[in-house]
């Protein structure tokens, strides 16, 4: 329950100690799940002079703290002008205001049949600012069919905000924000942010060996206070999905992350990861964030593991079936090599081969698993990144397309008009699959020449031109011959 001041307290004595009639600006929350009652229930005596004014005075304060909020609460604020105050007692100092203007000051009105003299909408107001519809009287004007249809929607916007931040429209602290290549995102303490918070981090741990994931660090910061440049983006991930009409979290939404330049200078670093698509990486994250591994990471992390040591008796038992019984043999020698006292000869190891050849050939396997089965950043087949529709090379000072990446996959020699500007004699490039990488050269690569025409490839005989080096050579021989 909230507590008046004594200051506060004594004022609304005095107030209705008064004789004769007196100026009272009431405001109430409609909502009656309110979670926060001392932000939307108060009390104001006015003055005789110009009660009007410090209605407006008081409204206006009312909207500037309702741009600082997760929602805005449906408080009325009103202005009475009660003809006998000492038909009415003051609150009791243990009575809240809400429990006085619900069951006291409301009542009494109704039952004299006293209506307010001026009566406002918070969320009207705010309504009518956020869309640039002048006020009249303090109040709306007559909207049009399409102004009442945006009002409505924003009364059941507003409701259901309030409900997902359980009728609490204060953003609770501490704030953390998740730093990315892509931006920015603040999430609040509240139940809906903490939630918020959780479902990022889940759904990067999810994503995180895939190739199309954040590929830079990601950092977390804490903030214990809101600047007024921040407020604005809070839990601003958190919107309705048009399709389904449910509210959730847009990763995957650009404009979620919010690049503007921030004043850094009192957040405090919480945990930093480079993102790397390695195995250490990948396990300090879920460990930061406590998310859960998916049974496709739990293997592409031990494969990894395979592949960069060779051996590790625990990532292979928690393989899943598909490639355990892959390794389970070659563990069982490796074991049986090292327990025979190091032993590298084949003797009591069920093997021929020594412990670096068996080491060897699990790296070898993993690495097979990982390039042929998987298409994971970092560890990609050259075959896969080429095929990629997503991937946009840049070679020498051209795009790659799609129709010329795919002709140099099936052997093509490909003719471009100019690769760099630096070395104009390059021309012609081709796949070298064994090696993993496009080669470039100034001569064919074969007789037959390819290059892209309107989006198709299509032979092409290019031109027996000299170059302009070659070009200037042989004017200068053609000089050096003797003068007639």
């Known amino acids: ?4 001041t004594p200051e506060q307290q004594k004022e609304l004595e005095g107030f209705f100690s008064r004789e004769g009639s007196g100026n009272l600006i009431v405001g109430h929350n409609l909502d009656e799940k309110d979670n926060r009652p001392e932000l939307s229930f108060f009390l104001y005596p006015a003055g005789d002079q110009d009660p009007a004014g410090e209605y407006r005075k008081i409204v206006k304060e009312q909207m500037e703290k309702a741009g600082t909020y997760a929602f805005v609460p449906d408080c009325s604020i009103e202005l009475y002008s009660l003809p006998i105050l000492a038909e009415l007692l003051p609150p009791a100092p243990d009575m809240s205001t809400e429990d006085y203007i619900r069951s006291e000051l409301l009542p009494y009105t109704d039952e004299i049949g006293l209506v307010p003299e001026a ?3 918070l969320r009207n107001l705010i309504f009518a600012q956020e869309h640039g519809i002048p006020l009249e009287g303090g109040n709306l004007p007559r909207l049009s069919g399409k102004q009442l249809n ?3 929607h924003y009364h059941t916007e507003q409701d259901e905000l309030a409900d997902k931040y359980g009728h609490n429209p204060v953003y609770e602290l501490p704030v953390r924000v998740i730093e990315t290549s892509k931006g920015m995102l603040f999430f609040s303490n509240n139940e809906l942010g903490q939630a918020g918070l959780k479902n990022y981090y889940q759904n990067l741990t999810d994503n995180y060996f895939s190739v199309h994931s954040e590929a830079g660090p990601v950092r977390q910061y804490y903030i214990d206070r809101i600047s007024p ?3 604005p983006y809070i839990d601003a991930g958190y919107r309705k999905d048009d399709s389904t009409g449910k509210y959730e979290f847009a990763f995957f939404d650009q404009a979620v992350y919010q690049r503007k330049d921030f004043n850094m200078k009192n957040w405090a670093l919480e945990f930093e990861t480079g993102m790397q698509p390695c195995p250490s990486e990948f396990l300090l994250l879920a460990e930061h964030s406590g998310s859960r591994i998916s049974a496709h990471n739990n293997d592409v992390w031990r494969l990894l593991v395979l592949k960069e040591h060779g051996y590790d008796k625990n990532a292979i038992q928690q393989l899943s079936s598909n490639y355990r019984y892959t390794f ?6 490796i074991d049986n090599c090292i327990n025979s006292g190091g032993m590298t000869d084949g003797k009591n190891t069920g093997s021929s081969k020594n412990l670096f050849d068996l080491i060897e050939e699990v790296q070898g396997k993993a690495t097979d698993i990982i390039k042929n089965e998987y298409d994971i950043r970092g560890h990609r087949s050259f075959e896969r990144t080429m095929k990629d529709l997503s991937y946009d090379p840049l070679v020498g000072d051209i795009r790659l397309s799609y129709p010329v990446r795919q002709a140099a996959l099936e052997g093509k020699c490909i003719y471009l008009p100019e690769i760099t500007g630096s070395n104009p004699g390059l021309h012609y490039i081709c796949a070298d699959k064994e090696h993993e990488k496009l080669r470039i050269s100034a001569t064919p690569f074969s007789r037959q020449i390819y290059r892209e025409e309107n989006g198709k490839i ?6 027996n031109e000299i170059s302009p080096k070659r070009e ?3 004017k200068a021989k053609k000089s050096n011959g003797p003068k007639l």
């Not at 329950?1 to 008046?4: D, G, K, N, V």
């Not at 389970?328 to 020698?333: A, D, I, P, S, Y």
């Not at 299509?458 to 031109?463: I, L, S």
């Open 1 to 4: 329950m909230e507590q008046r």
């Open 119 to 121: 009566s406002v909408c």
């Open 150 to 152: 945006q009002l409505v």
């Open 229 to 231: 440049d921040m407020r």
């Open 328 to 333: 389970l043999e070659l563990g069982r020698q």
């Open 458 to 463: 299509v032979p092409f005989q290019p031109k």
């Open 472 to 474: 200037k050579v042989s």
